[in-house]
């Protein structure tokens, strides 16, 4: 069996099984764990586990992760960066700055979906990733969901901690429905109309637009029928390139 290991800035996100993702398991990311508090909580996942394959946009938590899974595991995780096969070029000015997640997320995407793309992942930041021909040809990001939430909220003393609920309408009647009317549909129109100036400067109309991250789940139903939601998909890029580095 293998592990791979999503570690975000918000959640780590672990899938289970052997080529394909059979059970899904989501924390939420403490920088302030150590390597054997993360043992602690995650030893129940390894069980027949052998191989272990990680996409980490958090460089403090990598030495824990690496230190635990080899001490405890005595398995050597294989973290996507330089050197790692994926089947993704990437064609920016730094191809090194571009996060081990899009990376993994590509792959999956041409794993699933064919070699041209646009993903929005949503998580900390949202995320906009053209793809042509298997080469990621730029990103866009901006402030994700969920932190537009927190940002509002901390800045503004007489909102309340709220939770998204799916707005009714465009206008709300009282506070809780004018945040969620005002942050949902505001992200809603942000991503449709990224993605139609992205497929625009691509040159490229009917390609697959792909939906993935932990706050597209605020959405579903929401958006478009050309808007395909992928929970999985860096997941199942890692699950690609475990096989193509095996």
Known sequence: MKLYIDIGN??????????????????????????????ALLKHLFHDVDHVVIASVAPKLNE???????????????????GV??????????????????????????????????????????????????EIKGVSITIGLDSSK????ENAQQLLQFEFQKPKKILGTNTIEALNAGLLYGHIFQIEGM??????????EDIPVLVTGGSSRHLEGHLPARFHFDDHLVLKGLVAIAEKNA
């Open 85 to 134: 096969k994926t089947g993704v070029k990437i064609k920016t000015d730094y191809p090194q700055e571009v996060g081990a997640d899009l990376v993994a997320a590509a792959t999956g995407a041409i794993a699933h979906y064919g070699p041209d793309a646009v993903i929005i992942d949503m998580g900390t930041a949202t995320t906009f990733t053209y793809m042509e021909a298997g």
């Open 150 to 153: 927190d940002a509002l909220v």
């Open 10 to 39: 918000s959640d780590i996100v672990i899938g289970k099984g052997n080529g394909s993702i059979e059970e899904t398991y989501r924390y939420h990311t403490d920088f302030k764990k150590s390597g054997d508090e993360y043992y």
């Open 195 to 204: 993605v139609d100036r992205v497929l625009s400067h691509g040159g490229k």
């Open 64 to 82: 824990a992760f690496k230190t635990f899974i080899k001490r405890y595991f005595g398995i050597t995780p294989l973290f996507v960066g330089p």
